[in-house]
C-alpha cells in the first residue's frame, strides 16, 4: 500500500532563514505528488505540484519542492521564510482510485 | 468567488444525535469529497463523489452516509453522533476526478460530541 511519511511534526527556523520540509513516499508506480498549506482555522490550499517533467517544481509563495525518484522524495524548500509562513504543510500523494494519500503534516514554526 | 462553502463552522453534538454538515461549490466541479482531520494524522477520507448521483467510500466511511443530488451539493450526515467523531471536518471538491486535480478546501466544520 502507497503511504506518505513527512519526517518532521514540527520545524521551528528564525525569521529570514532558509527551511526544507521533509516528505518521503512509498509507491512503486508512477505518482502525483502534492504540497498544500493549512493557514490557522482556514482549509488547505494549493502550494504545488508534480505531474511530471522537470523535477524541481515552483509553488505560490517563493516556495520550491524537487521531486527525486531514486530517493521517493518530495522535499519542499524554501530559500528565505516571513512570519506570515507560519502553517501546517502537508504532503500528499496520488492514491489511485480518486483518492489522495496524505502525510500527518509539519507545523513551520517562525521565530521571530 | 464563494469557492466551497461549508456551514456550520462549529457543532457540539450530544451522543446519539444526528445532523447533517453542509457543503456547496460554485465552480462545477465534477469530484467532491469529504475529509476529517485529527492530530497527528493528516486528512482521512470518508466519503466522495465523481458526479451528480454517484458517491463512493473512502478510508473511514463508518456512521457517515452522503448523497449527491446536484453538482453543486454534497451533504455529509452523522447517523447517530459517537464521541470519535469529534474532530474538524472538510470539504473538498476539483474540476477533474483524476489524481492530478488540485483540490479546493471548505474552511471546515468543529465538531465536538460529548
Known amino acids: 500500500a502507497q503511504s506518505v511519511t513527512q519526517l518532521d511534526s514540527q520545524v521551528p527556523v528564525f525569521e529570514e532563514a532558509p527551511v526544507e520540509l521533509r516528505c518521503n513516499y512509498s509507491?512503486?508506480?508512477?505518482?502525483?505528488l502534492f504540497w498544500y498549506v493549512q493557514y490557522p482555522n482556514q482549509g488547505l490550499q494549493l502550494l504545488l505540484k508534480?505531474?511530471?517533467?522537470s523535477t524541481l517544481v515552483k509553488g505560490i509563495n517563493g516556495f520550491e519542492a524537487e521531486f527525486n525518484k531514486s530517493q521517493t522524495s518530495f522535499h519542499l524548500r524554501k530559500p528565505s521564510v516571513h512570519i506570515s509562513d507560519t502553517a501546517e504543510y502537508f504532503c500528499?500523494?496520488?492514491?489511485?482510485?480518486?483518492?489522495?494519500?496524505w502525510g500527518a503534516g509539519t507545523k513551520l514554526i517562525i521565530k521571530p | 468567488n464563494a469557492g466551497v462553502t461549508q456551514t456550520p463552522k462549529f457543532q457540539v453534538l450530544k451522543t446519539g444525535q444526528s445532523m447533517t454538515l453542509q457543503c456547496a461549490q460554485d465552480m462545477n466541479h465534477e469530484y467532491m469529497s469529504w475529509y476529517r482531520q485529527d492530530p497527528g494524522m493528516g486528512l482521512r477520507l470518508i466519503h466522495y463523489s465523481v458526479g451528480a448521483g454517484i458517491t463512493d467510500q473512502g478510508e473511514v466511511p463508518n456512521g457517515y452516509n452522503v448523497s449527491r443530488s446536484t453538482t453543486e451539493d454534497f451533504p455529509l450526515r452523522l447517523l447517530s453522533a459517537a464521541p470519535s467523531q469529534t474532530s474538524v471536518y472538510f470539504c473538498a471538491s476539483s474540476y477533474g476526478v483524476g489524481d492530478n486535480s488540485p483540490l479546493h478546501f471548505g474552511n471546515g466544520t468543529r465538531l465536538t460530541v460529548t
Open positions: 500528499a500523494v496520488s492514491g489511485g482510485n480518486y483518492q489522495l494519500i
Open positions: 508534480y505531474l511530471s517533467g
Open positions: 509507491s512503486s508506480v508512477s505518482v502525483y
